[in-house]
């Protein structure tokens, strides 16, 4: 059975109101002995914070010859039906760095940075925050439809059996808002784009429920089963660029690919979902996050 102690440390922590997320490239010329040394050191504990590693297709390739999760790959540029595209910025190692406290998160980030500091270069430096109510900074709740308790496990962790079990596929997108915009919009139609109500967080029904709405786009049956996956996205930014840093936890890659498919309008219905009118994608990567013990063996050799 899959239980919290198989994954890395952190995953269902809630709520994760500080979090900073570091995505890098690692040196082609620095030895695996090197890397995997750093790496380990990168992730020594940190009070109050959790440093979750994760590895792109090809640097889990490199460091890990012998076997790979069956659906891991890079994470490729998507274009929609209506227009849209959905970017790949693929980099190879990403450390997820989260807790309560934002001074214990630095913490962490300088001991990440500084190991790393001879062995990578990092594409994204960013830092990420929550409020109370988890509402991203369009002002809707974002993560009430995650499952819960255990169901978090069922949707998050490759199951028993299959290489990689206990890891998960990771989606890390940053999205950025056009708050301007979203912001002229009536009530009614801000909660027609996410397909809930703004104040109470209630979803729409029937009629009410667009089929361009963000919850239309996103929740998703396939032969009666829910394609549920983990969210743990951020809020992201300061007063001039901001949005929401998305970041999902799965057991199945299409049940990732799908969503933004979906998103995308390429389905039969061909209706793409309206949140991106007000918000634009501007990274995507695919990782895999080993679990708690295939991340130790990984480690174990290293200096
Ligand atoms: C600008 C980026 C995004 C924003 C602001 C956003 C915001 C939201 C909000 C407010 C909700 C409704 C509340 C909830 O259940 O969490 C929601 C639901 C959801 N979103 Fe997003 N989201 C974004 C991107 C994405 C992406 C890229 C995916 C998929 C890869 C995704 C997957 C989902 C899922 C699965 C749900 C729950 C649907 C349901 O079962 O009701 N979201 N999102």
Same mark, same amino acid.
Request: net charge negative.
């Given at each position: ?9 952190? $995953? ?9 997320? %570091? ?9 695996? @002995?090197?890397?995997?040394?750093? $790496? &380990?050191?990168? +992730?020594?504990? +940190? ?10 297709? !090809?640097?889990? !390739? ?12 890079? *994470? ?24 309560? !406290? ?6 962490? +980030?300088?001991? =990440? ?10 594409? $994204? !430096? ?10 991203? %900074? ?14 978090? #496990?069922?949707?998050? %962790?490759?199951? @028993? ?9 990771? #989606? ?9 915009? *979203?912001?002229? $919009?009536?009530?009614? /139609?801000? /909660? ?9 967080? =209630?979803? #729409? ?14 929740? =998703?049956?396939?032969?009666? +089963? ?14 001039? @660029?901001?949005?929401?840093?998305? #970041? ?33 994608? &501007? ?21």
């Amino acid at each position: 059975m899959l239980s919290d102690a198989i994954c890395q440390a952190g $995953l269902l922590e809630e709520p994760g109101r500080s979090a900073h997320y %570091l995505e890098m490239n690692l040196h082609p010329d620095v030895s695996n @002995e090197q890397i995997l040394a750093a $790496l &380990k050191t990168a +992730v020594q504990p +940190v009070s109050g914070a959790f440093i979750a590693l994760c590895f792109g297709s !090809d640097a889990w !390739d490199r460091l890990n010859p012998s076997w790979r999760p069956a659906q891991l790959q890079p *994470f490729r540029q998507l274009d929609g039906k209506n227009g849209y595209s959905m970017p790949a910025t693929q980099s190879d190692v990403y450390f997820w760095i989260h807790g309560e !406290d934002q001074g214990d998160i630095m913490d962490a +980030v300088l001991q =990440v940075h500084e190991a790393m500091r001879d062995v990578a270069v990092c594409t $994204l !430096d960013l830092n990420g925050f929550k409020n109370r109510e988890a509402r991203d %900074l369009t002002g809707f709740v974002d993560g009430t439809a995650n499952p819960k308790g255990d169901k978090r #496990l069922d949707a998050a %962790l490759i199951p @028993e059996g299959e290489p990689g079990a206990g890891g998960s596929y990771v #989606l890390t997108q940053r999205w950025q808002h056009h708050l301007q915009a *979203f912001s002229h $919009l009536s009530l009614h /139609e801000q /909660e027609q784009v996410i397909g809930r109500t703004k104040s109470g967080n =209630v979803e #729409l029904e029937g009629d009410a429920m667009p089929p361009t709405s963000h919850v239309s786009r996103t929740d =998703v049956k396939i032969d009666g +089963v829910g394609q549920k996956i983990y969210r743990r996205s951020t809020p992201y930014g300061g007063a001039d @660029e901001h949005g929401l840093y998305f #970041l999902a936890f799965a057991c199945d890659l299409k049940r990732i690919s799908i969503q933004l498919e979906r998103m995308l309008g390429n389905t039969d219905d061909g209706f793409s979902d309206y949140l991106m009118k007000y918000s634009t994608a &501007k990274t995507g990567a695919y990782w895999f996050m080993p679990s708690r013990a295939d991340l130790e063996t990984l480690l174990a050799g290293a200096a």
